[in-house]
């Protein structure tokens, strides 16, 4: 029993270790991936399936982007995620933005946002039909226009 | 039973040094919690959170001024011989942030040799707020001795402030968080308005004019803190610059957000466009007053 209790502990201790080693990878890779820009944050990602004919999960994080400025949104999705990650971006109600363009049924791993106006935006993250999931999300500095 | 415990306490030991990309543990800062400081809030955790993200970045200006092809000059950065006088947490976490817009631009400018000394500075003071797991002093300081590795070093510096910012947050120390960023800003400003001063150009008077909404972001976060001495002396400061910034007129002019794709990249170019008016007289009391805040705060 103690040797179980013991093996139970260790394995708990391993697994949250790796767990978070796998989300740093995961953002320096996505961060690399993003091209020949400056990371300036990340937004780290893990959220439970959503309940059916509910609104899926969803991330939301408050930005202060400045005007003249090109900024680059990247999303990748864990390896052992049930869901894929789509990344939005929205100025109060307005969708700006987005990896997945559901008109097209395509998936971009990134977009640029040419920034006009200096303000708080907002970025959602979520994953595809609700489920559940754990991603990653970078914005990334391109350059002045 | 005795041996098992005390492997498990090895194991817990183990595993809290190795929480350096994990983000939650502990309160290890021995700090005053956000929750003796703030009796009587108004602003809730969830509200802060969406207020204090990005609010301003240690290499956004930086990397600003160098695209507008200012040359680097090392007059504007504060110097790290004064580390040792930094002995409170406010002064330590408010420095860690002008330290960090300092390196942020010694980077962006590949300045690699004066690079250490700031490293050195904020492995200091995040040692000592408690943060320094966040801190890979030894791989930062091996790669600012190549050139070659400025993007692994601009990452991994950005990404460790970003890191030391979510773990006080995750651990009820959202008011150095809010000082960390209080002193990337006010450096930032110092350095975007001390370049204007030297090679004045427009596009960096209507960053510095912006301000005035980051600002205000800034302070409904400092407010908040308002009764401890230290931040009150803090937010006079701040409210100097804010009575000037108010001045500064910003409006929107509509529009329509655009999308296009060009080679499988999609670029969306944002429809509303802010304008700011800045007259010169006020850019200048701006500019002063901002050398004078900044010096203020530094030697708070």
């Not at chain 1, 939301?60 to 789509?86: H, M, Q």
């Not at chain 1, 049924?105 to 640029?112: A, E």
């Not at chain 2, 790669?143 to 510096?157: E, F, H, Q, V």
């Amino acid at each position: 029993m103690k040797k179980l209790i013991f093996l139970c502990t260790v394995c708990a201790f391993l697994s949250i270790a790796l767990k978070a080693q796998d989300i740093s990878q995961l953002t320096a890779q996505c961060a690399g991936n993003a091209g020949d820009v400056m990371y300036l944050k990340d937004f780290v990602v893990k959220l439970d399936q959503g309940t059916p004919g509910g609104a899926p999960p969803t991330a939301r994080y408050a930005l202060l982007l400045n005007k003249s400025i090109v900024y680059r949104f990247s999303i990748c999705t864990a390896p052992n995620s049930d869901g894929e990650a789509v990344l939005q971006l929205f100025d109060l109600n307005t969708l700006l933005g987005s990896t997945f363009i559901s008109a097209t049924g395509k998936d971009y791993p990134s977009f640029d946002f040419k920034c006009q106006k200096t303000g708080v935006y907002h970025v959602f993250i979520s994953f595809k039909e609700g489920k559940s999931g754990e991603g990653v999300g970078i914005m990334s500095y391109v350059k002045k226009l | 039973m005795p041996k098992i415990l005390s492997i498990l306490l090895l194991i817990l030991a183990v595993a809290a040094g190795s929480c350096k990309s994990g983000g939650s543990g502990e309160n290890a800062g021995g700090e005053i919690p956000d929750s003796i400081l703030n009796e009587g809030v108004e602003i809730s955790e969830e509200v802060m959170q969406d207020i204090v993200q990005n609010i301003s970045s240690p290499v956004e200006m930086a990397a600003m001024i160098k695209d507008l092809g200012v040359p680097f000059s090392n007059k504007y950065i504060s110097p790290t011989d004064r580390v040792g006088n930094l002995t409170t947490s406010f002064q330590q976490s408010l420095n860690l942030g002008i330290y960090a817009a300092d390196l942020g631009y010694l980077n962006m400018n590949n300045k690699t040799s004066a690079v250490v000394d700031y490293l050195t500075a904020i492995k200091t003071l995040s040692d000592a707020i408690k943060v320094g797991q966040f801190f890979d002093f030894t791989t930062l300081k091996r790669l600012a001795t190549n050139s070659k590795n400025l993007d692994s070093l601009m990452y991994i510096s950005v990404h460790s402030f970003n890191q030391m910012d979510k773990y006080l947050h995750s651990n009820n120390r959202t008011n150095l968080s809010a000082l960390m960023v209080t002193g990337v800003w006010i450096e930032g400003l110092y350095l975007g308005t001390q370049v204007y001063k030297a090679t004045p150009n427009q596009a960096l008077a209507e960053r510095i004019g912006e301000q005035k909404l980051t600002l205000d972001q800034l302070m409904l976060i400092l407010d908040k803190y308002q009764r401890d001495n230290q931040y009150t002396v803090l937010l006079e400061e701040l409210q100097k610059l804010k009575s000037l910034f108010s001045s500064v007129v910003i409006y929107t002019k509509k529009g329509e957000p655009q999308m296009v794709e060009v080679d499988g990249m999609l670029t969306i170019v944002g429809g509303d466009e802010s304008i700011v008016e800045i007259t010169p007289d006020l850019l200048n009391n701006i500019i002063n007053t901002t050398e004078q805040v900044r010096n203020k705060l530094i030697n708070l």
